[in-house]
T-cell receptor, first 113, second 115 residues
Framework: AQTVTQSQPEMSVQEAETVTLSCTYD???????LFWYKQPPSRQMILVIR??????QNATENRFSVNFQKAAKSFSLKISDSQLGDAAMYFC??????????FGQGTRLTINP | DTEVTQTPKHLVMGMTNKKSLKCEQH?????MYWYKQKAKKPPELMFV???????INESVPSRFSPECPNSSLLNLHLHALQPEDSALYLC??????????????FGPGTRLTVL
C-alpha cells in the first residue's frame, strides 16, 4: 500500500521569510507522480506544484519549489517570500496510476505578519 | 480555464431526505471524481468516472449513489444518510484517465450537514 506522511501538523513563518514543509512516502512503485495541493479557508483544493518521479530536476513554480529525493522517498515543499495568502492547509499527494491519488494528513501553515 | 463548479455550497438535510450534489466542468476532461473530507483530514476518494463509466467505487455505502449523465456533469445522490456522513464533499476532474501523469483539479466543495 502507498502511504504518505507529513510529520508537521502545524507550521508558522514570518511574512516574507522562507518555510519548508516536509513529506515522505512509502511505495514499491517505480513510476509515480507527486503533488502539493493547498486548501485555504475557502476549502478549495488548489494545485501548487507537481513532480514526475523519473525527472531528476526539482520542479519550481514561482515562489514554490520542491526538493525531491527519490532514494530517500522525500518530497518537501519550499515557499519563498511567504505571503499572507499562502496561509492554508497543505497536502502532499502521491499518484501511482491513473486516478489513484492518496494524500498525507496535511500541514497547517500560518503566516505571521 | 481550470474551473470545476459545485452546487450547492451548503446543504442541510434530515436522515430521511433525498438530495443531490452537482458537479460540472467544461474543460473537456474525461474523468470525474467524488471525494469526502472530514474536518482536519485529507480528502478520501469515493468514486471515479472515466469516460462516463464508473471505474472506481471505494466500497462506499449504497446510500451514496453517483451518476454521470454526460462528460461534463457528475451528480451524487444522497438518501437516508447518517449524521456521520456530515462532511465536505469535493468533486474533481482530470483530462485523461488513461494517462499516468493525469492531474486532478478540484471544485470548491459542498458542505453537507446531516441532522
Amino acid at each position: 500500500a502507498q502511504t504518505v506522511t507529513q510529520s508537521q501538523p502545524e507550521m508558522s513563518v514570518q511574512e516574507a521569510e522562507t518555510v519548508t514543509l516536509s513529506c515522505t512516502y512509502d511505495t514499491s512503485e517505480s513510476d509515480y507522480y507527486l503533488f502539493w495541493y493547498k486548501q485555504p479557508p475557502s476549502r478549495q483544493m488548489i494545485l501548487v506544484i507537481r513532480q514526475e518521479a523519473y525527472k531528476q530536476q526539482n520542479a519550481t513554480e514561482n515562489r514554490f519549489s520542491v526538493n525531491f529525493q527519490k532514494a530517500a522517498k522525500s518530497f518537501s515543499l519550499k515557499i519563498s517570500d511567504s505571503q499572507l495568502g499562502d496561509a492554508a492547509m497543505y497536502f502532499c499527494g502521491f499518484q501511482w496510476g491513473a486516478q489513484k491519488l492518496v494524500f498525507g494528513q496535511g500541514t497547517r501553515l500560518t503566516i505571521n505578519p | 480555464d481550470t474551473e470545476v463548479t459545485q452546487t450547492p455550497k451548503h446543504l442541510v438535510m434530515g436522515m430521511t431526505n433525498k438530495k443531490s450534489l452537482k458537479c460540472e466542468q467544461h474543460m473537456g476532461h474525461r474523468a470525474m471524481y467524488w471525494y469526502k473530507q472530514k474536518a482536519k483530514k485529507p480528502p478520501e476518494l469515493m468514486f471515479v468516472y472515466s469516460y462516463e463509466k464508473l471505474s472506481i467505487n471505494e466500497s462506499v455505502p449504497s446510500r451514496f449513489s453517483p451518476e454521470c449523465p454526460n462528460s461534463s456533469l457528475l451528480n451524487l445522490h444522497l438518501h437516508a444518510l447518517q449524521p456521520e456522513d456530515s462532511a465536505l464533499y469535493l468533486c474533481a476532474s482530470s483530462q485523461d484517465p488513461g494517462r499516468r501523469t493525469d492531474t486532478q483539479y478540484f471544485g470548491p466543495g459542498t458542505r453537507l450537514t446531516v441532522l
